[in-house]
């Protein structure tokens, strides 16, 4: 069972990022057992990193943009509302571990296990240091137990499927 709107724009249950279409607007649908959260443009690094930004549009009508903003020398995403910063993302300490924070919340998103591109496997989002989702990448679905913000679950998304341009860098080598 998913709760909708529920402090800062909260789901939980199962959540799911389906292509819908191949050439207009929606090209993909956000929901939680299967209620519609929010309807996607295409997903593409090109218009997320240095383009206009991914269209998003939640359920009650409100627009955000998947966009990028500078951090240091990274470029980082963020999602973007008329009113300012919904939530943005970046690479903690970790190989390919992320931050994800927003006014309200602040979520960690790390490996079980295996990185990588091709066959990876299961990641984990984190409160504190509470446990509350698991995410299969390939699947496109999170399986939330605690409730989590529609931003912070498309913003993870977003990093699982870009990275950071340029996280790889900040890792410290074995020589």
Same mark, same amino acid.
Request: no cysteine.
């Given at each position: 069972?998913?709760? @909708?709107?529920?402090? $800062?724009?909260?789901?939980?249950?199962? *959540?799911?990022?389906?292509? *819908?279409?191949?050439?207009?607007?929606?090209?993909? #649908?956000?929901?939680?057992?299967?209620?519609?959260?929010?309807?996607?443009?295409? &997903?593409?690094?090109?218009?997320?990193?240095? !383009?206009?930004?991914?269209?998003?549009?939640?359920?009650?009508?409100?627009?955000?943009?998947?966009?990028?903003?500078?951090?240091?020398?990274?470029? @980082? $995403?963020?999602?973007?509302?008329?009113?300012g910063t919904v939530?943005? +993302?970046? $690479?903690?300490?970790?190989?390919?571990?992320?931050?994800?924070?927003?006014? &309200?919340?602040?979520?960690?998103?790390? $490996?079980?296990?295996? @990185? !990588?591109?091709?066959?990876?496997?299961?990641?984990?989002?984190? +409160?504190?240091?509470? #446990? *509350?989702? @698991?995410?299969?990448?390939?699947?496109?679905?999170? %399986?939330? =137990? %605690?409730?989590?913000?529609?931003?912070?679950?498309?913003? =993870?998304?977003?990093?699982? =499927?870009?990275?950071?341009?340029? &996280?790889? &860098?900040?890792?410290?080598?074995?020589?």
């Amino acid at each position: 069972m998913e709760t @909708v709107n529920a402090g $800062p724009r909260t789901i939980k249950g199962s *959540i799911r990022l389906s292509r *819908i279409g191949w050439l207009a607007f929606p090209n993909y #649908e956000l929901t939680a057992e299967g209620r519609l959260i929010a309807q996607l443009a295409r &997903d593409s690094s090109v218009w997320i990193f240095f !383009g206009p930004g991914r269209r998003i549009r939640l359920a009650d009508g409100t627009e955000w943009r998947v966009k990028a903003a500078t951090s240091g020398r990274l470029i @980082v $995403p963020i999602i973007k509302s008329r009113a300012g910063t919904v939530a943005f +993302s970046g $690479p903690l300490a970790s190989k390919r571990s992320y931050g994800i924070t927003g006014k &309200d919340f602040a979520y960690e998103v790390v $490996p079980h296990g295996r @990185v !990588g591109l091709r066959r990876g496997g299961l990641w984990g989002v984190r +409160s504190h240091e509470t #446990e *509350i989702a @698991v995410i299969d990448p390939h699947r496109r679905v999170i %399986e939330a =137990a %605690e409730p989590i913000t529609i931003a912070a679950a498309l913003m =993870a998304f977003t990093v699982l =499927a870009h990275g950071t341009p340029g &996280d790889v &860098d900040l890792m410290p080598s074995r020589d």
